[in-house]
């Protein structure tokens, strides 16, 4: 079962724009992942906020956390083309910590 | 540092057929996990391997999938026999210790069933 909903579903922008995804989950975490994925190719980490933190930046990505809302975004600043993904959240939860996976944002960033 | 590798790149097999998915995890890695991506959609988590325990299968058909992991290292994923729902993306991952933190993934193996 998917954990995460990430909204919107699709999301094209023009390069230099910011780009916002949000994520939606349902039980209560140990902590949030971001990871991006290329047509084809697996998908690579992006973020790990941890379930006590509420903002975190990493370079050009900027990601919140409100575990009272149980939900999460990701900010993505002065898009480029090469941004243009897939992106999920996943949320880490349960005893064993599993990694689950939301339903991804395609992002496409037109030059 | 090598990555998750994963074989074969692509299978096409007829439904009824069985196939098997090989991963050989970043070394060093405890954690291992096989995640079923169908097209247009988020992976799902098949099975998770912590050293060579399983610590979560709840969500693989184990009337027809089953996954092993020799000696704590490398991992087989099989389908026997495939339906054609089975078609999807099949991919490896691992963690550098215990579940939830950081995920490698492998390049998946694209499996078609006709």
């Known amino acids: 079962s998917q954990q995460g909903e990430e909204d919107p579903q699709a999301l094209s922008i023009q390069e230099g724009e910011n780009a916002t995804m949000n994520c939606s989950y349902k039980?209560?975490?140990?902590?949030l992942q971001w990871y991006r994925q290329n047509s084809g190719r697996g998908l690579v980490h992006l973020i790990l906020?941890?379930?006590?933190?509420r903002e975190k930046h990493s370079g050009r990505l900027r990601v919140t956390l409100d575990t009272s809302k149980k939900s999460s975004s990701l900010l993505i600043t002065a898009s480029r083309a090469a941004d243009t993904a897939s992106y999920f959240c996943?949320?880490?939860?349960?005893?064993?910590?599993?990694?689950?996976f939301g339903s991804g944002t395609q992002l496409t960033v037109l030059p | 540092e090598a990555g998750v590798a994963q074989s074969p790149r692509y299978k096409i097999i007829e439904k009824r057929q069985s196939v098997a998915f090989w991963c050989n995890p970043i070394?060093?890695?405890?954690?291992l996990y096989w995640y079923q991506q169908i097209l247009g959609q988020g992976p799902k988590l098949l099975i998770q391997f912590q050293n060579n325990g399983v610590v979560d299968d709840s969500q693989l058909p184990k009337d027809r999938f089953s996954a092993e992991r020799l000696k704590g290292v490398d991992s087989t994923l099989k389908i026997q026999p495939a339906k054609l729902e089975d078609s999807a993306v099949y991919l490896c991952a691992s963690s550098p210790a215990t579940g939830g933190t950081e995920a490698f993934f492998g390049q998946g193996t694209r499996l078609t069933v006709v």
């Open positions: 070394s060093g890695h405890a954690t």
């Open positions: 039980t209560s975490i140990n902590n």
């Open positions: 996943a949320t880490a939860s349960g005893s064993a910590r599993q990694l689950t």
């Open positions: 906020i941890r379930s006590n933190e």
